[in-house]
């Protein structure tokens, strides 16, 4: 068969309307394994389908593209850099985003080849077609493009040609386009600055990230919103972090959550300023970044009070992150009675929000509650133990009802609560002591998704692999969790059936 594509093909050139003869050749191709496409490779005459391409016929286009998608898998990265170089520039300007999507599927594959790389680096024209390819309207083709410019600037070559030639003067002419299309090139940079440090410095020295760092401090506070995701992607690694606190940029953050109090348009931008620094806390240290910018804690506080439900949410997540580490836990403790009225507020919210923000609540409760086995100490349980109890008059039961709800989001996230709990022997006591809890446990029939299952399944492994359920839940109860261990998450019990005499 697929000598059989090899001679459509060669009929395929000889015509100029060639519609049929396409719909036989797709058919076939479509029909023929890869590995015998690969073995006529050399065979096929791919330049007239990229010439058919331009001929204003949208049902050819499409189906040249279908063909081609196919028959290009077949050849290799390097001979499609040196072949069909001319092609591939071309299809980047086509008209119709399917064209340029196929052809930077292509570019993409010569980009991950180490050998065919160099052949698209030597290539000045083909680069600055893949960076206008960025400016246009179709997402799809910028990412393609954002992707393989990235892909690109792993190499020290690389980003000596995208920093260190015209191509820089591009990337600039094609963030004048419109706001979108800046932020593209914003997110290029900054993946781009997130590889290395010395990929940081080829950015820096271009200038487009201290652009990009005037506008996150500037005054308009949608452009602000934007910014400050794309500034904490550059904080996840050290050397961005490094960098930004070099040059003043998380003092200047903080100083915009000090003043956003007198600024009625804050509501835009604080979310995202206060989940810089909840980020920035989990990846150093939550102590000396709540030291340091006491203004972030304070802020998160006063956010869990608001009556806006994005507030709310922000707040819960970030106290739910800080509260992940043993440290964050003790930096929460510290506040005292201000933490504890944090923690009604989180009860509160987790019974009477929207489902969404219920799971979010707790979510952070999961967090807050959970210690491993080293950490804990007597300190550390009754710390738990206390905020577990500034939740609710009764948080076991207000718990249980909310798993009780017949939505199995809510339900597995209520069963993370009492797993993050579980080997904790003040837990434990309540459980044991709450009538029905421990049916609640080991009833099988009120689990009916394969996530809840799970979910409860790790409940009962928490429990039964603690070294103080025998002793609390006594032997009879610990056997039955056992047994349920071994059984695993998805037995279901037989149901016994009778022989009746004489029966067919």
Known sequence: ?????????????RLEAPLEELRALQSVVQAVPLHELREQAAELRLRPLFSLLNQNNREQTALCVSILERLLQAVEPIHLARNLRL?????????DDSVKTLTLSQIGRIVENSEAVTEILNNAELLKQIVYCIGGESLSVAKAAIKSLLRISLTQAGLEALFESNLLDDLKNVMKTNDVVRYRVYELIIDISSVSSESLNYCTTSGLVTQLLKELTGEDVLVRA????????????????????QEGVIDQISNIIVGADSDPFSGFYLPGFVKFFGNLAVMDSPQQ???????????????ADSQDPTMIGVAVDTVGILGSSVEGKQVLQKTGTRFERVLMKVGYQAKNASTELKIRCLDAVSSLLYLSPEQQTDDFLGMTESWFSSMSRDS????????????????CAALKVFTAIADQPWAQRLMFNSPGFVEFVMDRSVEHDKASKDAKYELVKALANSKTVAEIFGNSNYLRLRAYLSEGPYYVKPVATTAVEGAD
């Open 1 to 13: 068969m697929a000598a059989q594509a090899v001679s459509l093909l060669r009929e395929v050139a």
């Open 226 to 245: 934007t910014c400050i995701e794309m500034v904490t992607s550059l904080a996840y690694t050290h050397h961005g972090r490094q960098y930004l606190a």
């Open 289 to 303: 970044i709540c030291e340091r910018y006491p203004v972030f804690l304070e802020k998160v506080f006063e956010m």
């Open 87 to 95: 092609d591939l520039q071309r299809g980047l300007t086509h008209p």
């Open 396 to 411: 076991l039961e207000l718990f249980r009802g909310i798993s009780n709800q017949p939505f199995p989001e809510l339900h």
